[in-house]
């Protein structure tokens, strides 16, 4: 079993519509949650974090986080073209004695249709 | 501030030669780590340092990887000797704090041939 799993992809929507992004995570001590965005070609940049169970929302994104189930998703309101990318989750684990581990996704490539 | 900065953006090399990746990182950051992304493997982290410090290097694939951070402004990661399946996009990003956003360089694409 993967560390961090997404659907690849692509997910289609239409214009308008909530496009919803769905990540699990088989590590239990996982204590922070990220979602990145990145556009072809270029480098990831973050969206959101959340580190308690529930929801965070920011503009038209809501980060959903249910440890207990071991999922995280991101939730994208009023989807625009310019939304079209590929959305990265990673898991943070701070490890005993110090440290940490990061761990990303593979990514689910998101198109947003006209 | 430019944000974090590495060069070169692109590398063309042949299989056996040497090949050095250099990162700037944010300054007042205390965190930088090195990222390979493949379309196969996605974006995995190689290595980390605090500090200046080597945290955890498990991601490194092989020891004919190597990265060194000789200061809080310059890090480096070579490869010797490149194999084609080295062939990868490599980000640097630094952090302020081990469980902050990072922010991540534009990368370098390598091509071993």
């Known amino acids: 079993q993967k560390e961090v799993e997404q659907n690849s992809g692509p997910l289609s929507v239409p214009e308008g519509a909530i496009a919803s992004l769905n990540c699990t995570y088989s590590d239990r001590g996982s204590q922070s949650f990220f979602w990145y965005r990145q556009y072809s070609g270029k480098s990831p940049e973050l969206i959101m974090f959340?580190?308690?169970?529930g929801d965070k929302e920011d503009g038209r994104f809501t980060a959903q986080l249910n440890k207990a189930s071991q999922y995280v998703s991101l939730l994208i309101r009023d989807s625009q073209p310019s939304d079209s990318a590929t959305y990265l989750c990673?898991?943070?684990?701070?490890?005993?004695?110090?440290?940490?581990?990061?761990?990303f996704g593979t990514g689910t490539q998101l198109k947003v249709e006209l | 501030d430019a944000g974090v900065i590495q060069s070169p953006r692109h590398e063309v090399t042949e299989m056996g030669q040497e090949v050095t990746l250099r990162c700037k990182p944010i300054s007042g950051h205390d965190y930088l780590f090195w990222y390979r992304q493949t379309m196969m493997r996605g974006l995995e982290l190689l290595i980390y340092f605090n500090n200046n410090v080597p945290i955890d290097d498990s991601g490194m694939p092989e020891d004919r990887f190597s990265a060194k951070m000789p200061n809080a402004s310059f890090s480096t990661l070579k490869i010797q000797p490149s194999e084609p399946r080295d062939s990868a996009v490599y980000f640097c990003?630094?952090?302020?704090?081990?469980?902050?956003?990072?922010?991540f360089g534009p990368g370098t694409r390598l091509t071993v041939t």
């Open positions: 990673a898991v943070n684990l701070i490890l005993t004695g110090g440290g940490n581990k990061l761990t």
């Open positions: 959340i580190y308690s169970n």
């Open positions: 990003a630094s952090s302020f704090g081990v469980d902050y956003e990072q922010y």
